[in-house]
């Protein structure tokens, strides 16, 4: 039953099967942007929907210097352990 509704939704939205979405995506990327729904069909069927990002979920900006004070290396984090500096010949 939900399956059915979920349906109804869908086909009640403008509808365009692969084919015209193709040859019209730009319009169709327009009209996310302006709020609508649009669905993307194979046959009868609907399989995919184009909808606009909203404000939140673009790319962070990087901001350099953001974890200054929060990370602590040890003082002797570049040195090798005995037995595997060993094995690999860097020390007698």
């Not at 609907?46 to 350099?64: D, F, K, M, Q, S």
């Amino acid at each position: 039953m939900a399956n059915l509704a979920k349906f109804a939704i869908l086909a009640s939205m403008a509808s365009y099967s692969i084919g015209e979405a193709k040859t019209q995506l730009s319009r169709l990327v327009n009209e996310a942007e302006a709020g609508e729904e649009v669905v993307v069909r194979r046959g009868q069927r609907p399989v995919a929907r184009i909808v606009a990002i909203t404000g939140g979920e673009g790319p962070v900006r990087r901001v350099p210097g953001r974890m200054r004070g929060r990370i602590q290396m040890r003082e002797d984090f570049d040195e090798w352990p005995s037995d595997i500096a060993q094995a690999l010949g860097i020390s007698d």
